[in-house]
């Protein structure tokens, strides 16, 4: 008899308030990537008068983000809750029928899951599947786990760092476990930079800068945010010294050059590292939050004495906001002063630090286990989706590493 994840092709999934990262999981590769990567975004024209491109009045992921200047932009998920129910099914419509051209009724799903996710929302992801998609199974993955099963992070002790657009998870994991009661999340991540660049560009004189991007940044919509969001990917990085590096500009100011969309340019210099210097002392947005870097010690801390060593020298960076320039090194110098003097930091990002996530689950999927693992559809029909909770060990039993490999 075949096992059930021969039958079925297994579709991973990692939806982020950003980008929703998709692709089948594919055994015969060492190297797995997600087949699409797709903007967690949804818009609708601004005037329902003017036909929009094919006179839709709907528009999602990638298509929203071309044609952005006609619609009003709107993510369904915030801070790891989803506030639109309807935006979401289309970004996993679009993530399935026009990117992978998959039939999910024909497909498994393995479902990266964050720590903190309200149980109702993850039964009503479940449900949706199982109504709407038709799968024939599903799987709920921790999120901060996925990663210990990527090729080359591949361990056992880990201090897993996402940091993503929304929402910073930091999950201590030792010997396959992880140690939920101290792992830590903050809003502090992405868009916080996001903000803090669009204040700091809307300060800057106007005939100094250009004023096109000042003109289009007098209101904070999300489609000012998406444009603030590329100049930050282009031009942002970490200062390991940002007062240090605000007085070498005064001295020899830097420019860098950052063409927008309608072909117009805008010069930035200590925007560039002053906006990711919220990452690290949240108090410049009026925030009460703790900086990455104490927060990443508080949570090694906090952890029994004898994991502490093993956790500073496992420590990995994933997420998108964790490839800008010079984030790694700035942590890594936080946490040498931060900890005590005979501890050895080891700190690495993986080479795919944005998709890791996914290709951890794509592993993870062609595990020889893994189709035994998966709630059928079968089980779903008896228990209903509530079953999740126990059977993915949301509940009371400890996550583990070995559970599902
Ligand atoms: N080169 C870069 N420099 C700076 N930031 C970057 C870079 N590349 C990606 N980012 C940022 O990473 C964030 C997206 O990361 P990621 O895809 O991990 O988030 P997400 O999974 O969608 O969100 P979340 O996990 O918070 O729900 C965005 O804020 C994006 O601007
Ligand atoms: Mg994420």
Same mark, same amino acid.
């Given at each position: 008899?075949?096992?059930?994840?021969?039958?079925?092709?297994?579709?991973?999934?990692?939806?982020?308030?950003?980008?929703?990262?998709?692709?089948?999981?594919?055994?015969?590769?060492?190297?797995?990537?997600?087949?699409?990567?797709?903007?967690?975004?949804?818009?609708?024209?601004?005037?329902?008068?003017?036909?929009?491109?094919?006179?839709?009045?709907?528009?999602?992921?990638?298509?929203?983000?071309?044609?952005?200047?006609?619609?009003?932009?709107?993510?369904?998920?915030?801070?790891?809750?989803?506030?639109?129910?309807?935006?979401?099914?289309?970004?996993?419509?679009?993530?399935?029928?026009?990117?992978?051209?998959?039939?999910?009724?024909?497909?498994?799903?393995?479902?990266?899951?964050?720590?903190?996710?309200?149980?109702?929302?993850?039964?009503?992801?479940?449900?949706?599947?199982?109504?709407?998609?038709?799968?024939?199974?599903?799987?709920?993955?921790?999120?901060?786990?996925?990663?210990?099963?990527?090729?080359?992070?591949?361990?056992?002790?880990?201090?897993?760092?996402?940091?993503?657009?929304?929402?910073?998870?930091?999950?201590?994991?030792?010997?396959?476990?992880?140690?939920?009661?101290?792992?830590?999340?903050?809003?502090?991540?992405?868009?916080?930079?996001?903000?803090?660049?669009?204040?700091?560009?809307?300060?800057?004189?106007?005939?100094?800068?250009?004023?096109?991007?000042?003109?289009?940044?007098?209101?904070?919509?999300?489609?000012?945010?998406?444009?603030?969001?590329?100049?930050?990917?282009?031009?942002?990085?970490?200062?390991?010294?940002?007062?240090?590096?605000?007085?070498?500009?005064?001295?020899?100011?830097?420019?860098?050059?950052?063409?927008?969309?309608?072909?117009?340019?805008?010069?930035?210099?200590?925007?560039?590292?002053?906006?990711?210097?919220?990452?690290?002392?949240? =108090?410049?947005?009026?925030?009460?939050?703790?900086? +990455? #870097?104490?927060?990443? &010690? !508080?949570?090694?801390? /906090?952890?029994? *004495?004898?994991?502490?060593?093993?956790?500073?020298?496992?420590?990995?960076?994933?997420?998108?906001?964790?490839?800008?320039?010079?984030?790694?090194?700035?942590?890594?110098?936080?946490?040498?002063?931060?900890?005590?003097?005979?501890?050895?930091?080891?700190?690495?990002?993986?080479?795919?630090?944005?998709?890791?996530?996914?290709?951890?689950?794509?592993?993870?999927? =062609?595990?020889?286990?893994?189709?035994?693992?998966? +709630? #059928?559809?079968?089980? &779903? !029909?008896?228990?209903? /989706?509530?079953? *999740?909770?126990?059977?993915?060990?949301?509940?009371?039993?400890?996550?583990?590493?070995?559970?599902?490999?």
């Amino acid at each position: 008899m075949s096992s059930f994840s021969e039958d079925y092709q297994t579709i991973v999934l990692d939806v982020g308030a950003c980008s929703t990262k998709v692709g089948y999981s594919d055994i015969d590769t060492d190297d797995p990537e997600p087949q699409a990567v797709v903007p967690t975004l949804v818009g609708v024209p601004i005037n329902p008068d003017i036909p929009v491109m094919g006179c839709k009045s709907y528009f999602v992921g990638d298509e929203a983000r071309k044609i952005r200047g006609s619609l009003k932009l709107t993510r369904p998920i915030r801070n790891g809750i989803i506030h639109d129910w309807d935006a979401f099914e289309e970004i996993l419509q679009c993530a399935f029928m026009n990117e992978l051209r998959a039939n999910p009724a024909e497909s498994s799903i393995l479902m990266a899951d964050k720590m903190f996710s309200p149980r109702k929302q993850r039964e009503r992801i479940c449900e949706m599947m199982f109504e709407q998609f038709d799968v024939q199974g599903y799987f709920v993955a921790l999120q901060s786990l996925l990663p210990m099963f990527d090729n080359e992070v591949n361990r056992e002790t880990a201090l897993i760092v996402d940091i993503g657009h929304d929402i910073t998870e930091i999950t201590p994991v030792h010997e396959g476990f992880v140690l939920v009661h101290q792992a830590r999340r903050t809003g502090i991540s992405g868009r916080s930079v996001d903000e803090k660049l669009a204040q700091l560009l809307t300060e800057t004189t106007i005939s100094s800068r250009g004023d096109n991007l000042h003109r289009r940044l007098l209101s904070d919509t999300l489609n000012d945010l998406e444009l603030v969001r590329e100049v930050k990917e282009g031009c942002c990085h970490v200062a390991l010294d940002c007062q240090e590096k605000r007085l070498e500009y005064e001295v020899d100011t830097v420019v860098e050059t950052f063409q927008l969309p309608d072909g117009s340019e805008i010069l930035l210099d200590e925007e560039c590292f002053r906006a990711p210097e919220v990452l690290f002392d949240p =108090s410049i947005i009026g925030s009460t939050a703790v900086g +990455l #870097s104490q927060l990443i &010690y !508080d949570t090694i801390m /906090s952890c029994p *004495i004898e994991t502490r060593r093993s956790l500073y020298q496992n420590i990995v960076l994933v997420g998108g906001t964790s490839t800008m320039n010079g984030l790694p090194e700035r942590i890594e110098q936080d946490l040498s002063a931060l900890a005590p003097e005979s501890i050895h930091i080891d700190l690495g990002i993986a080479d795919n630090a944005d998709t890791v996530t996914w290709t951890g689950g794509s592993c993870l999927a =062609s595990s020889v286990q893994f189709g035994s693992s998966l +709630l #059928s559809r079968d089980h &779903y !029909d008896e228990y209903g /989706s509530g079953i *999740i909770h126990s059977k993915f060990y949301f509940d009371d039993k400890p996550y583990s590493k070995s559970l599902f490999s």
